[in-house]
């Protein structure tokens, strides 16, 4: 059984930054990529921004230049590093393994004056 954490959501002025952090249990994480999904009310679910378990890493051209994913093997956690946000970076956000497809309980990100 594989349980994913998220936090780090919260509500943000335009420009401003936030950091999802996303801990996973069980011994999956090394040998899984790790993705980050967001969903707006009224949308379907998209992927942010993916990261293999060798660092390649992969962007929706939404956030490209201004979001950033990392992992920590160490720490069984992946980041999502977000600058430069926008109102229409709303959404929740969940973090994802691609192996066993296994999801968090999602985090919001308000992005609002």
């Known amino acids: 059984q594989v349980q994913l954490v998220e936090s780090g959501g919260g509500l943000v002025q335009p420009g401003g930054s936030l950091r999802l952090s996303c801990a996973a249990s069980?011994?999956?994480?090394?040998?899984?990529?790790m993705g980050w999904y967001r969903q707006a009310p009224g949308k379907q679910r998209e992927l942010v921004a993916d990261i293999s378990t060798g660092g390649i890493t992969n962007y929706a051209d939404s956030v490209k230049g201004r979001f950033t994913i990392s992992r920590d093997n160490a720490k069984n956690t992946v980041y999502l590093q977000m600058n430069n946000l926008k109102p229409e970076d709303t959404a929740v956000y969940y973090c994802?393994?691609?192996?066993?497809?296994?999801w968090g309980q999602g985090t919001q990100v308000t992005v609002s004056s």
């Open positions: 994802h393994t691609a192996r066993g497809g296994y």
């Open positions: 069980g011994n999956i994480f090394r040998f899984t990529a």
